[in-house]
Nanobody, 123 residues
Framework: QVQLVESGGGLVQAGGSLRLSCAASGRTFSTYAMGWFRQAPGKEREFVATITWSGGSTIYADSVKGRFTISRDNAKNTVSLQMNSLKPEDTAVYYC????????????????WGQGTQVTVSS
């Protein structure tokens, strides 16, 4: 079993930056693929970014390519999401997810989820 706790959310002006972190518990963290998803009010939860257990492969949603960067530090059991050039449409609750196996760009198939952290981007 894996427990995930997100942090780093907050309020930022458009064009600003935030760095989200996800701390994971579990002795097999380094073998799990990790991902970030987000959900805005009235919308379905959507894929943001994902990274393999080795960190060798990443996938980003088209809406965040060039602005967001996902990374992981297996020694610290953490995964991060660096968000630059933030836009109001990035406003959402951001969730960290984990699964044993290959990376996925859909919400189905992820085994563990964090509680979420709010990101609000003002105009």
């Amino acid at each position: 079993q894996v427990q995930l706790v997100e942090s780093g959310g907050g309020l930022v002006q458009a064009g600003g930056s935030l760095r989200l972190s996800c701390a994971a518990s579990g002795r097999t963290f380094s073998t799990y693929a990790m991902g970030w998803f987000r959900q805005a009010p009235g919308k379905e939860r959507e894929f943001v970014a994902t990274i393999t257990w080795s960190g060798g492969s990443t996938i980003y949603a088209d809406s965040v390519k060039g602005r967001f960067t996902i990374s992981r530090d297996n020694a610290k059991n953490t995964v991060s999401l660096q968000m630059n050039s933030l836009k109001p449409e990035d406003t959402a609750v951001y969730y960290c997810a984990a699964r044993r196996g290959s990376i996925l760009i859909v919400t189905q198939g992820w085994d563990y989820w964090g509680q979420g952290t709010q990101v609000t981007v003002s105009s």
